[in-house]
């Protein structure tokens, strides 16, 4: 490609790459504050982040069966949180409802803080 077109392509690229590594910091870190709550004693931010991203893309890839896939989805993601930090399903179970409980109160923070609606912020 040719002049600006090439290179707004490129920066479209590289923000969009620099957006996707933030948001899985930060869904790392809330998977990260939800273990720390369940007790699960080898939590770190790495190991989150690697949980997300494999949580994440199993889970995307068993939603596509109909009817069961979003429940797999989830004992799929639960599953993987319990590899990668070393834990019993209890615990896994407990870090993932936990992330998910510190994800709805930080929308209800922005949207008392923005004025947005909880579902616009999803």
């Not at 949980?51 to 069961?68: C, D, N, R």
């Amino acid at each position: 490609m040719h002049g600006a077109l090439g290179l707004g392509l490129l920066a479209i690229g590289i923000a969009g790459l620099i957006a996707l590594l933030i948001a899985l910091v930060i869904a790392g870190f809330v998977l990260y504050l939800g273990t720390e709550l369940a007790g699960i004693k080898k939590a770190s931010l790495g190991k989150s982040i690697v949980a997300v991203v494999g949580g994440g893309i199993l889970a995307g890839i068993l939603f596509i069966i109909p009817v069961l896939g979003w429940i797999l989805g989830i004992v799929a993601y639960i599953w993987v949180i319990k590899v990668v930090f070393d834990t019993d399903w209890l615990r896994a179970t407990l870090a993932f409802l936990m992330a998910i409980i510190i994800e709805v109160i930080v929308l209800w923070l922005f949207k008392l803080l923005l004025g947005i609606s909880l579902l616009a912020a999803l």
